[in-house]
């Protein structure tokens, strides 16, 4: 744990907090394993010795802005947190002055779940591209990591030399463990709306069977509600229960989107994105 | 229920829908075999369980009065998808019925008290049965006070029945609405200032109450500051449902069940339970 | 009566059964091991912590059809559901075999649910007791042991050579092949799950119903349907009908009172709004309200909660908290 980090963070929450600036810092504690990492709100400054920062601090906090709109809160921030952050800004979903952000420069996370921390950092933090967060009000320091120059969608590109047959056979079968939790959507950024389509009865998209037909629409439906929109937090693989690497799904899209409109989700709160974006000179195929 | 699985609905049909409001409607609904039929015996209080088919099921307190012939009677307000349902079912159309269900009305409790009825909007329609039991049995109770709100005259949805009920001895009706129009001649006010305005006396009384939540929070207050102890105060409670019989957990208000334990409650048993004001 | 089997007798015996029987067995599907009906003996995975959902799903299945609706030149006929046939779980752990025993309070209660009992009086359970014991459990402060027969109606005990076979019903007898010899031997040692002080604190979290406790633990808690769906006693479920050109079919799948919805009824008045007040129910319903419908706690403590819960709400950490606000509401 590098304690130079923690010491910053908690200075900085402890202003905060003591001069009434924010409500609450949500950041992270030790969880009941004494191992790994959990998301933790502070909200007087007695609490802000539990906070900690260290590899096992994987999770996502933004989103937890959503249920806290009325107050101002503070939030720590990893580099690849604040692509929600942007995106949540451009979305309209949270108002900047509502948030003090606490960034991080990160040395990556490792995959973690109860009582057990890995040894290797996560896939995405070894070819991030980010060594500071993207937006902040205060950065907690750290040496500057060394970044992999790595390739960054090696295991898609894998997946796209297999026949369309075999994939969907892959993907149904991923998807038959499905248990619709909804752990993907409730733990996701961009998956905010206040009726999902999953509950909708009028009209009725796929209704409330478990079973393989509803589960491949509900993945599949919801993967596509977030073209151009995930910014490949990966909390959603890390929250689902039956292991489903919908990593691979989500970074599919963000690499099509990538290719065909040169746009990435969360690098710019300004930049209008593609589906919610039309342009006079798109062609729309039926001029001819 | 039918074939021993108790999801299974019985069959009924349709016998008459009369509109009452521009979206509550009276279902006259006649259960099709004869034994269960004549099984099927209810008090004020209880509710079932219809089914649109296609569109779902819900939970409907039987609002006619046991005695009066075959048919059960629902006071159905039109707000999502299984009420959509049942309101455009035509007569002779086939719904499913399960039920009876929950507690009732505990009248012989009541016998010689000072009854003191507070409904608003649908919220009449568990309370109907209360009303007609006691015009029944007139004798048996002691001053009957129904104070009936809605939102808009068109909206008092037994106003039908207002006459039979003026006419009775010892019985007083007063009505209110939050917004009148060109026609109505008589009170505007809020459900919870009635109450405060008439200020029935606490000795030897029972209020019960039923009307949307907001109603029912002010009118609780209005009744405790008039000196109603929580013992006297009644309310029947309105949950989402999906079994209606203690087994899909949904219905848990506190440690009560409303399809098992109630919907029928006194302030006394849930007060801890309900979101506090 | 206490009997010995060989790991390959015992595979025989698996064989016959799957002859005439369905059987749901622990099958490791990835890094995941879950309850699936095998197609062969081999499938079966013998060592394994717990898997990761339990075996209530074989009766409460996360769907089934409740009945269908056929129509008949415009009448309308109810087809209830049939179970097809027997089955067998085999490898389940005592605290989840309590777990369907706790389950039978509310869905036998009458009016009983009649494809529960039915599946229940057709399926046998096969139990095997744990040799380990891991971080998450506490089954014996919630009236479980690692090595309890209570509640299955064969009980296996790994040891060197084979399985100590524990017939406990007569079901149980009923299935057992000729050819067992009788064990003299003594039952090994079980392992001590983490003992936690759970029952002095239920009695005192009526009190604290309206604590902001709640709404603080909830900050964090996402609202997802995880712990309700890896839990043994878990059962709330949802109903809906679906219909296809005339037929009809009534539904009900899996849910859990964390999803948003599940108090609001149409017009929008919602009886749990909050999340505190959601997350609270889950606690009271397992710990308070269920016992006092039914005299037992609604928790094994097979820990899979625990393990599961992506923000690490901690049910023993949960108890524990209420304990010390308890003891402060008393000072």
């Not at chain 1, 906090?61 to 009325?70: E, S």
């Not at chain 1, 990160?106 to 057990?116: D, L, R």
């Not at chain 2, 002691?142 to 001895?169: M, S």
């Not at chain 3, 006693?233 to 109903?239: A, E, K, L, S």
């Amino acid at each position: 744990m590098d304690s130079e980090l923690i010491h910053q963070i908690g200075n900085q929450a402890r202003d905060l907090l003591e001069s009434g600036t924010v409500k609450g810092v949500i950041g992270y504690e030790r969880a009941s394993d004494g191992l790994t990492a959990r998301p933790f709100f502070a909200y007087e400054p007695a609490a802000v010795e539990r906070l900690i920062f260290d590899e096992t601090c994987s999770y996502n906090l933004v989103k937890y802005l959503l249920d806290k709109k009325d107050e101002k809160m503070a939030v720590v921030v990893k580099p690849c947190d604040s692509r929600t952050i942007n995106l949540l800004l451009n979305e309209e979903q949270i108002k900047r002055d509502m948030v003090f952000i606490i960034g991080v420069t990160c040395p990556g996370v490792v995959e973690t779940s109860w009582n057990h921390k890995g040894q290797t950092l996560q896939a995405r933090c070894q070819t991030c591209q980010l060594s500071k967060p993207l937006v902040y009000d205060f950065l907690a320091e750290h040496e500057p990591v060394e970044r992999l120059e790595g390739e960054l969608y090696l295991d898609i590109q894998e997946m796209e030399t297999r026949p369309v047959t075999v994939r969907r056979a892959f993907w149904l079968e991923q998807f038959e463990r499905c248990i619709r939790c909804y752990a993907c959507r409730q733990v996701c950024p961009g998956c905010y709306c206040p009726e999902c389509f999953a509950e909708q009865l009028d009209p009725l998209w796929m209704g409330i069977r478990i079973a393989p037909k509803e589960n491949e629409l509900w993945q599949t439906i919801r993967t596509f509600h977030l073209a151009g929109r995930c910014v490949g937090c990966n909390e959603c693989e890390r929250v689902c229960p039956v292991d489903i690497p919908l990593s691979l799904l989500n970074r599919k899209l963000e690499k099509e989107v990538k290719e065909l409109f040169a746009f990435q989700a969360g690098l710019n709160p300004e930049e209008l994105p593609p589906f919610a974006t039309f342009k006079k000179e798109e062609k729309l195929g039926f001029e001819e | 229920m039918s074939l021993d699985n108790p999801f299974v609905p019985y069959l009924a049909t349709l016998k008459s829908a009369v509109r009452l409001t521009p979206d509550v409607k009276l279902l006259r609904v006649e259960l099709e075999d004869p034994d269960i039929r004549a099984s099927f015996i209810y008090k004020p209080g209880q509710f079932a369980l219809l089914s649109a088919f296609g569109e779902g099921e819900a939970p409907f307190g039987i609002v006619s009065s046991p005695q009066h012939g075959d048919s059960l009677e629902f006071a159905v307000r039109r707000i999502g998808t299984v009420t959509r349902g049942l309101h455009e079912l035509e007569q002779g159309d086939i719904l499913g019925v399960r039920g009876p269900f929950g507690n009732y009305f505990p009248l012989e409790d009541y016998v010689g008290k000072n009854i003191v009825i507070i409904g608003g909007g649908i919220g009449m329609a568990p309370l109907r049965p209360v009303v007609n039991r006691i015009l029944e049995q007139r004798d048996d109770y002691g001053k009957l006070l129904i104070i009936n709100g809605a939102r808009t005259p068109q909206d008092l949805v037994f106003a039908p029945e207002f006459q039979v009920w003026v006419e009775a001895p010892r019985t007083k009706l007063e009505l209110t609405v939050d917004r009148g129009d060109e026609h109505w001649g008589g009170r505007v006010a809020l459900v919870p200032d009635v109450v405060k305005e008439v200020a029935p006396s606490p000795d030897n009384a029972i209020a019960i109450t039923c009307g949307p939540p907001i109603m029912i929070r002010y009118t609780l207050a209005a009744l405790r500051k008039l000196g109603f102890k929580d013992n006297q105060i009644v309310t029947t409670l309105e949950a989402k449902m999906k079994c209606g019989m203690g087994k899909c957990a949904r219905c848990n208000v506190g440690d009560k069940y409303v399809c098992q334990d109630g919907p029928v409650f006194t302030l006394e048993q849930i007060s801890q339970f309900l979101e506090q004001p | 009566m206490k009997l010995f089997t060989s790991k390959d007798d015992l595979i025989r015996w698996l064989n016959s059964l799957l002859r005439e029987r369905i059987i749901v067995a622990p099958v490791r599907v990835q890094e995941l091991t879950v309850f699936q009906p095998i197609s062969k003996v081999e499938e079966i995975a013998f060592d394994f912590g717990n898997t990761t959902l339990s075996p209530k799903g074989w009766f409460l299945p996360p769907t089934e059809t409740l009945f269908s609706v056929q129509n008949n030149d415009g009448q309308p006929k109810l087809v209830p559901a049939v179970i097809e046939k027997d089955a067998v779980i085999f490898g389940l752990h005592p605290c989840d075999a309590r777990g369907i025993a706790l389950m039978d309070s509310p869905f036998l209660q009458e009016p009983g649910d009649a494809l529960y009992r039915e599946r229940r009086a057709r399926t046998a359970l096969i139990g095997l007791a744990c040799h380990q014991a891991q971080p998450e459990c506490f089954c014996t402060s919630m009236g479980s042991a690692p090595n309890d027969p209570s509640h299955v109606d064969i009980l296996l005990t790994e040891v060197e050579a084979g399985y100590i076979v524990q017939v406990v019903t007569e079901k149980g007898e009923r299935l057992l092949p000729k050819g067992f010899v009788e064990y003299k031997g003594a039952l090994p040692t079980p392992p001590e799950p983490q003992a936690i002080p759970i029952k002095e604190v239920i009695p005192a979290i009526r009190e604290l119903f309206n604590n902001p406790y709640w709404e603080r633990l909830a900050d964090r808690c996402l609202h997802c349907n995880i712990c309700a769906y890896v839990c043994p006693t878990c059962y709330c479920f949802d109903v809906r009908d679906y219909s296809d050109r005339g037929n009809l079919e009534r539904v009900r799948s899996w849910d859990s009172c964390q999803s948003s919805g599940f108090t609001r009824i149409a017009g929008g008045y919602d009886l749990r709004p909050t999340k505190g007040a959601r997350l609270r129910q889950r606690f009271y319903h397992k710990l308070l309200y269920f016992p006092e419908q039914f005299q037992d706690v609604a928790c094994v403590g097979c820990g899979r909660c625990i393990k599961a819960c992506p923000v690490n709400i901690d049910i023993r950490e949960v108890m524990s908290d209420l304990q010390q606000l308890e003891a402060k509401s008393e000072s």
